[in-house]
């Protein structure tokens, strides 16, 4: 994962592994209690349906994984769309979304130029 970060976009290995993956592991983890509770402590909330999200090309990772993670725990589904030159962490996290056993259709990628959004 840290290497795509890096290839994707063009950060240092180190920082990518270090620090980036070391937070989007933290993201997830978190969130993934949300989902864990949401029958007692969150009895209040419920899904919405579908999310866009826009993720820019930055931290493409990380923003990501702040986008999609609530969203999924929360029971939505997720259509997301990386920024132009920053797709390929994107499509990882949906190749490992689906080898965890996440059901097609629940985290979508869209990629494409800036005119599709």
Known sequence: VAVVEALD????????RDADTAVVIRHLYHHAGWADLMGDEMAGWSSVGVIGAIVPWNFPLMLLVWKVAPALAMGNTVVLKPATYTRLSALLFAEI???????AGVFNVITGGGAMG
Request: proline residues 7%; hydrophobic residues 25%; contains cysteine.
């Open 9 to 16: 976009n063009g950060k240092s290995i180190r920082e990518t």
């Open 97 to 103: 979304c689906a080898e965890a056993g996440l059901p």
